[in-house]
């Protein structure tokens, strides 16, 4: 009978040019795993639950326990905050897994908040992916720097009709004190609202707590 010989060198040879399909399989083995939890769990209503989601560099772990944690304190009629990180980064490995979660959260429309930096923030408006925030930095003009602030192009499809409207769909979050400690840079990081949330009224209070650096505002 014919035997395989492994050794050492064969095995990281066979890693070293074949990671990917390990890659794949785990992959498909979260999405799976992901499908069954998501049928088989109580599902949280809408109103009642916030999704964040803080794409970039890394975040540590305590400080995202700790921010949700402190939103789930301020807001007591919310009975689920999801806080997440999706890694997008100059490790190509990394950076592919994390456009894939991020493609795959867009495209399911999970989220109310997303924080992207400057260029991936525009690159997402322009697809019509944020509310206006107009009205709500007029409302809020005393925890936002307007000086930081810029206006982005966002193109809509009513039919057939390309329809391309101007307004804030973001908010820098340069200086926030809330974030020092979190491993997070926020230096180059604007936040939004998505059009798709399903919570927008809480996710509108939550954004201005964010502002506030973590204080509620009356």
């Given at each position: 009978?014919?035997?395989?010989?492994?050794s050492?060198e064969r095995?990281?040879?066979?890693?070293?040019?074949?990671?990917?399909k390990?890659?794949?399989?785990?992959?498909?083995?979260i999405?799976?795993?992901?499908?069954v939890t998501?049928i088989?769990?109580?599902?949280?209503?809408?109103d009642?639950k916030i999704?964040?989601?803080l794409v970039?560099?890394y975040?540590?772990?305590e400080?995202m326990?700790t921010?949700?944690?402190d939103?789930?304190e301020d807001f007591?009629?919310l009975?689920?905050?999801?806080?997440?990180?999706?890694p997008l980064?100059?490790?190509?490995?990394m950076?592919?897994?994390?456009?894939?979660?991020?493609?795959?959260?867009?495209?399911?429309?999970?989220g109310?908040?997303y924080?992207f930096s400057?260029e991936?923030f525009?690159?997402?408006a322009?697809?019509?992916a944020?509310?206006?925030?107009?009205?709500?930095i007029?409302?809020?003009?005393?925890?936002i720097d307007?000086?930081?602030?810029?206006m982005?192009?966002?193109t809509?499809f009513?039919g057939?009709?390309?329809i391309?409207?101007?307004?804030?769909?973001g908010?820098?979050m340069e200086?926030?004190?809330?974030?020092e400690d979190s491993?997070?840079?926020?230096?180059?990081?604007?936040?939004g609202?998505?059009?798709?949330s399903?919570n927008?009224d809480?996710a509108?209070?939550?954004?201005?707590?964010?502002?506030?650096?973590g204080?509620?505002?009356n």
């Open positions: 009978m014919y035997q395989v010989q492994l050492k095995v990281r040879n066979h890693i070293q040019y074949d990671w990917w390990y890659l794949a399989g785990i992959l498909v083995t999405f799976l795993w992901n499908i998501t088989t769990r109580p599902r949280t209503p809408a009642k999704e964040i989601f970039g560099d975040v540590l772990d400080f326990e921010l949700t944690n939103i789930m007591p009629n009975l689920e905050v999801n806080l997440s990180h999706i980064g100059e490790d190509i490995e950076d592919y897994v994390g456009r894939q979660k991020l493609m795959v959260m867009l495209g399911s429309q999970t109310d908040l924080a400057k991936e525009e690159r997402i322009e697809q019509g944020f509310i206006p925030l107009d009205d709500f007029n409302e809020n003009m005393d925890l307007h000086d930081k602030l810029e982005h192009k966002a809509y009513d057939e009709n390309e391309i409207e101007e307004h804030y769909y908010i820098p200086g926030l004190k809330l974030f491993g997070y840079d926020v230096s180059d990081k604007i936040i609202v998505m059009a798709f399903k927008q809480n509108f209070k939550v954004l201005k707590w964010i502002l506030n650096d204080e509620l505002v």
